[in-house]
Every structure is written in C-alpha cells, then in structure tokens.
C-alpha cells in the first residue's frame, strides 16, 4: 500500500493545521441549532404577511439578507461534519469546493446587505428629495441583483476550477487540493472581497457619521432631537453588530491568504493564523443568531405578525411611545416613506 495510484500526490511533510477543531465545532452547532428556528420563523413571516409584497427598500435588503442567512444555513452542517472528522472523504472535498465558499458568497451578501440597510435606514430618516429617490424599490431589488451576480462572477470559480487528486487524510486542508491556477483565483477572490469589505465599511462608517452629526445638530429643537436620536440609535445598532461581526475576521484574512499561498511558512505562525481566522469567521457566522432580531427592530410587519402569536410583544409594539411620537412628527411629509419603516 505503500505506492500511491497515478496522478494521486502524496501529502506533503508540513505541519497539521487544523487538528484543534473541537471547540470550534461545538460552537458551529450551537449556532445551528439557535439560529435555524429564527431565521425558519422569519422565513415563515415574509411569506405570510401580505404586506411583505409591497416591500419597500429596507425589506428588500432584509429580504436579501435573510437569503444569505439561508445559505449559510444550508452549508454550515457540512463544515460541522468535516471539522469533527466524521465527514467522508467525498463529503470533505465536497466542502471544500462548494459548501465552503457557499458560506464566503453568504458572508459577503450579508456585508453588502447589512451596509445597504444602514445607509438606507440613515436616509430614510433624512426625509430629503435625494433619499427618495435611492429608496426606490426598484433601485434596491437592482443593486441587490447588482450583488449577488458579482459575489456569483467572483466565487464561482472557486467550485469549478480544477483540484489536485490527494491522497486521503483525517485532517484536510482545502487549499491543499487547489492547483496553481485555483489557488491564484482563490488569491484574487480575497482580494476582490476584501474590496468589497472596505467599500461597504465606508458607507456604515459615512452613515454612522452623518447620523451622529445630525444628532448633534439638533439638539436645540426637542422634536428634531427625538426624531435624530431615534435614528442615530438604529444605524448605531445595526453598526455596531456589522463591526462586531466582520472586521475582526477581515483584520486576519488577509495574514492568513498568505499562509495559504505559501508566502508564510513558517508552521507555527500557519497554526496561529488559522486559530485566529477560524475564531473570526465564528464571529461572523454568529450574526445567524442576531438576524432575526434585526428583522423584528426594523421591520414593521414582522413585529406585527409576531404580535399575533405573542401578545406581551404585540402590546410592546403598539405601546411604544417614542415610535409612536416619531411616526406623528413623520406623517405630514413623508407620504411617499415606507409604511412599514421604523
């Protein structure tokens, strides 16, 4: 058994990387597990609520960002299966070629959509000319189209270019079985998402500052301070969850893509950075869990279709003082908003 079959490499002498899976694992499945009946429940409100079909820019983008989630929830027990080592071997490269960058092209959708309901959620509160017309609902379901064919141009790829034939091993690493050419297209997928990631951090960052300054501007007028603040405390929200989420894994990818292209060698500073962007990526996945949430805050209809099931939620969202005062102040000249806006 000691030969190996044609064109089948043997593994190389290196280090094992990923053989301190365990704790990553029990983490992945408790997301799994809490974050599948959310993003089900969510699933179950947009399809029966009637006024989902009206959907104006905001639920456009939550629409989209709850299909990223779905994606991710489809491709994770694959990645669950494979880091406990339970998986066999066609289901590990299976994993490898397509359910591991299904969770990239989730993770990018959910950046990109995330940045789209901050800045959406700071110009509808706005109230100018200009917002409106972004707010268009046929503008939001083109610049989601707009990026989903990108993350699809650019991941694509990944699944179909061709890999090496290795012989089988407990711990596999992916881009062990990627050859040049793949491993040079997944080089570049990084970078180009990596683009993304900054474009879209820009925007929050933007956004998160115009809120703030127009919180400070108003504070002389109490009815614009109520209104300010109430915007500055949702783009603030969601730009806090998106920070906590992506940037410490984007602060480690790129350290890492240069452990996979062999521009770092060295095996111990290999381990590290695989701990750190395995540690990172759990972060980002773990919005899973926070979505739904984000859904029931920004989502009028949501709350309301919740409310029937659970009257103490529906009596706290009818009874909310401060929305209630905002949507008054709102009314005579926002006819053309969002009837389900916060």
Known sequence: MSNLSAGVDAPEKQCIINDQMGPFTAFYIFI??????????????????????????????????????????????????????????????????????????????????????????????????????????????????????????????????????????QYLSCSSLKKDISLHWHTLTIFLCTALFVNASAAVLISSGLALKRLLGSRSDPKLWMNARRATVSVTAVALAYVLSFVPYHVVRMPYTLAQTKVITDCQTKRQLFLGKESTLLLSVLHLCFDPLLFFYLYRPFRETIGKILPCIRKQAVSNPEEQAAQEMMQPTTSAQPEDAV
């Not at 397509?98 to 509808?124: C, E, G, H, K, N």
């Not at 046929?138 to 989601?144: K, Y």
């Open 32 to 169: 799994f597990i809490f974050g599948l009946p959310g993003n089900l429940l969510s699933v179950w409100v947009f399809i029966s609520n009637p006024r989902a079909k009206q959907q104006q820019s905001t639920s456009v983008y939550l629409i989209n960002l709850l299909v990223a989630d779905l994606l991710l929830l489809l491709a994770l027990p694959f990645k669950i299966l494979k880091d406990l080592g339970v998986a066999p071997w066609n289901l590990m490269v299976f994993h490898c070629q397509a359910s591991a960058v299904t969770i990239y092209i989730s993770l990018y959708a959910s950046v990109a959509f995330l940045a789209f309901i901050i800045t959406d959620r700071y110009l509808q509160d706005c109230n100018t000319l200009r917002s409106l017309r972004l707010q268009e609902v046929g503008f939001a379901r083109l610049l989601s189209l707009v990026v989903w064919l990108l993350l699809l141009l650019i991941m694509v790829p990944n699944m179909a270019l061709p890999i090496k034939q290795v012989q089988e091993q």
